[in-house]
């Protein structure tokens, strides 16, 4: 069975500062790994994945990824965060394209 | 292209009473999951299918759910005799064979 966790609840960062969302995660066999964003009231709008190749993932809106397989982390950044960021962001794991687990969520608060 | 399509958006049904929620998936797309949503937490799968096919129903109660996607016409899943902790976001997704999952706006069922 594989999981997710995500170690922060909230995330609070300066405007213009780098930000950084952490994920771990476990699975059998080779990750699919997905990062998502919900704004309030919305569904989750899909930023980026990794399935193989550049552990360096660039994804929607700045947004880019770290694959790590030793530490079996995949954490979300971006170099410069902006007050429209604010949202909840979910990390995410599917054993090749299947069902989606999802980690419990890190709120990103990005002040002015 | 349209995106996912959810309706309702709002859905409050008594307890005992049935609830159906429906998901169009992208154009192209023959896979749909549904997840669902409580309060301040992650999004659950509940179950996946193709055309006429429920692939992997593991996350789905024993009873009162059920799931359909028919040859023609939108996902169903439905809720029998509701009851207050059905309360919930209930998310649909459509994928591309193996491939990344789009979400729906979602469907907020209240149970009263």
């Known amino acids: 069975a594989q999981s997710v966790a995500q170690p922060e609840d909230q995330v609070n960062v300066a405007e213009g500062n780098p930000l950084t969302v952490k994920c771990t995660y476990s699975?059998?066999?080779?990750?699919?790994l997905f990062w998502y964003v919900q704004y309030p009231n919305r569904g989750l709008q899909f930023l980026l994945k990794?399935?193989?190749?550049?552990?360096l993932v660039k994804g929607s809106y700045g947004f880019e990824a770290e694959f790590n397989k030793s530490q079996t982390s995949f954490h979300l950044k971006k170099p410069s965060a902006l007050v429209s960021d604010s949202a909840l962001y979910f990390c995410?794991?599917?054993?090749?394209?299947?069902?989606?687990?999802f980690g419990s969520g890190t709120r990103l608060q990005v002040q002015p | 292209n349209a995106g996912v399509m959810q309706n309702p958006r709002h859905l409050v049904r008594r307890r005992g009473q049935e609830a159906r929620l429906r998901c169009s998936p992208m154009?192209?797309?023959?896979?749909v999951y549904w997840y669902r949503q409580l309060p301040e937490e992650g999004l659950k799968f509940m179950v996946y299918?193709?055309?006429?096919?429920?692939?992997?129903e593991s996350g789905m109660p024993k009873e009162r759910f059920s799931a359909e996607f028919p040859k023609e016409g939108p996902s169903i899943l439905r809720i029998q005799q509701v009851v207050r902790g059905d309360s919930a976001a209930y998310f649909c997704a459509s994928s591309p064979p193996g491939d990344t999952q789009y979400f729906g706006p979602g469907t907020r069922l209240t149970v009263l």
């Open positions: 154009k192209g797309h023959s896979h």
């Open positions: 995410a794991v599917s054993p090749q394209g299947r069902a989606l687990t």
């Open positions: 699975v059998s066999g080779n990750p699919y």
């Open positions: 990794y399935i193989t190749g550049d552990n």
């Open positions: 299918l193709q055309k006429e096919n429920i692939i992997d």
